[in-house]
């Protein structure tokens, strides 16, 4: 157990580690030219200054009674960051909808569809293949858990943060393994997204297919892909008035609508237990007790944007504010769920680890090369590159790639590429799938939900490649 007072000096730790991760970057070329945030760097210094790297040689040198021989960081400080992830993940996931203009569905349809399809038949075949490799390898041979199965998902298209809101989720079920493979497999999708995606986009170049041609101009460089649709003059002067009469700081204004949205999702969280539970829970079928409440914040968020838009109360918040506080709570999540990584469970499943990576990969390499040009009917190599980044590591990575090969945002990949995400992560990459996954592999078994993610990929592919069809056809008309 700990006291208040751990928890300050826990979360005064992570922040003087970020710093120590920021001079680290900065100064190792090697982590420049990956794109490796700060928190990142600064999760794996506390992992090698803890017990199981520092602490371990300590011990093996001078006993295990030696001064740091657990490690730089006393056991309160420890157990704090272990229970962090699960907590600051449901606000990054509250956060990505706050502020942002929601479009009309038929508005982000008809500019994103193609990308919808590609993004989802990348995310769908990472089930197929992660079921295909637990049923006929990793379950036989290797004794893993059936639910192995989803972490090519969770990791690669859910990125960090969403491995470590998964953590409670696969203990519960009893997948004690799952969070440190969930971790590390994030690791090596996000270190493998931009090594394949530099050496893609290098590629590209060479045989023409970038079809983009970057502006001499100096001016054409600006484009920032954080803009948002230009705000009326009327919610300008409001917030501005908002701010002069404000008597409390504008980011816990901001913080309280985080709140709301937490608030909201676990209301409805709780609401599904409670029918699961006079329905078909009675029969023993349980899968809402186990979802996590990171993707019911990311709909509680939802909620409130609609809310305060159906009011006309947009001025109440600051979307810049917003992205900062989500931006802060993922660095935590980094940072305390790559410090409490165990290392012996790595160690003890190398060789599914090491299967995991290598599929995880090749699905998202091949599917790209030979499904992008056949489902994005323009620009497919601008466009895809994004969709490749964010189902190897985290959106971040997907607007790195995509700056690589169109900085002066030529093909319009960036506004497709946001649009996207609206009818992407509420199912995927963290959404509402990618939590039940693992309960329903664990209560049906894999091969019904094979079959199930097999449907579902099948339908994503002939409907991006009939899409592909439909738009290149009414372009040859007009």
Do not use: C
Not at 263 to 279: K, M, P, V
Not at 368 to 381: K, V
């Amino acid at each position: 157990m700990f006291q208040l007072i751990d928890v300050f000096f826990a979360f005064i730790t992570i922040a003087l580690l970020v710093l120590v991760g920021r001079f680290v970057r900065q100064r190792v070329k090697l982590l420049r030219d990956l794109y490796l945030p700060s928190s990142i760097v600064a999760g794996v210094i506390a992992l090698l200054l803890g017990p199981q790297a520092l602490g371990a040689i300590v011990s093996a040198v001078a006993g295990s009674e030696a001064p740091f021989a657990q490690g730089l960081f006393p056991e309160t400080i420890r157990n704090v960051w272990s229970q962090s992830p699960s907590v600051f993940i449901n606000v990054v996931f509250a956060t990505l909808f706050i502020g942002e203009s929601i479009p009309s569905p038929r508005d982000i349809w008809r500019k994103a569809s193609p990308q919808v399809a590609f993004g989802q038949t990348l995310a769908w075949g990472q089930y197929v293949v992660g079921l295909l490799l637990a049923i006929l390898i990793l379950t036989p041979i290797f004794g893993m858990s059936p639910i192995a199965a989803s972490l090519i998902e969770v990791a690669f298209e859910g990125g960090h943060g969403t491995a470590a809101g998964m953590a409670e989720t696969f203990n519960n079920l009893g997948f004690t393994a799952g969070p440190d493979l969930a971790l590390g497999l994030a690791t090596v999708g996000i270190v493998s997204g931009i090594i394949a995606g530099t050496m893609l986009a290098d590629w590209a170049r060479k045989t023409g297919r970038i079809q983009v041609v970057r502006s001499e101009d100096p001016e054409a460089g600006s484009f920032d892909s954080h803009d948002r649709p230009t705000e009326t003059q009327t919610i300008r002067v409001a917030r501005a008035r908002l701010m002069r009469d404000l008597l409390i700081d504008p980011l816990s204004l901001n913080l309280s609508f985080v709140g709301l949205a937490i608030t909201i999702g676990w209301l409805i969280l709780q609401a599904l237990i409670y029918l699961e539970s006079i329905t078909w829970g009675r029969a023993g079928v349980e899968l809402f007790s186990y979802v996590p409440l990171f993707p019911i914040a990311l709909i509680g968020g939802l909620i409130v944007q609609l809310l305060v838009e159906r009011t006309g109360r947009s001025y109440l918040i600051s979307r810049p504010l917003i992205e900062r506080i989500g931006g802060v709570a993922l660095d935590v999540t980094i940072v305390t769920a790559l410090a409490s990584i165990s290392l012996a469970v790595l160690g003890s499943n190398l060789g599914p680890f090491l299967i995991l990576s290598v599929a995880g990969i090749a699905w998202n390499v091949l599917a790209f090369i030979y499904l992008g040009p056949r489902m994005l009917p323009t620009f497919w190599f601008e466009r895809g590159i994004g969709d490749l980044g964010q189902s190897m590591g985290v959106t971040a990575t997907g607007l790195v790639l995509m700056r690589m090969v169109d900085p002066d945002n030529r093909s319009g990949a960036f506004e497709s590429f946001a649009y996207k995400q609206l009818l992407f992560e509420p199912i995927v990459g963290g959404g509402l799938f990618t939590a039940a996954a693992p309960l329903l592999i664990a209560q049906f078994g894999s091969v019904p939900v094979l079959l199930l993610t097999i449907g579902i990929l099948a339908f994503w592919l002939v409907f991006g490649m009939y899409n592909f069809k439909r738009i290149a056809k009414s372009s040859q008309v007009v």
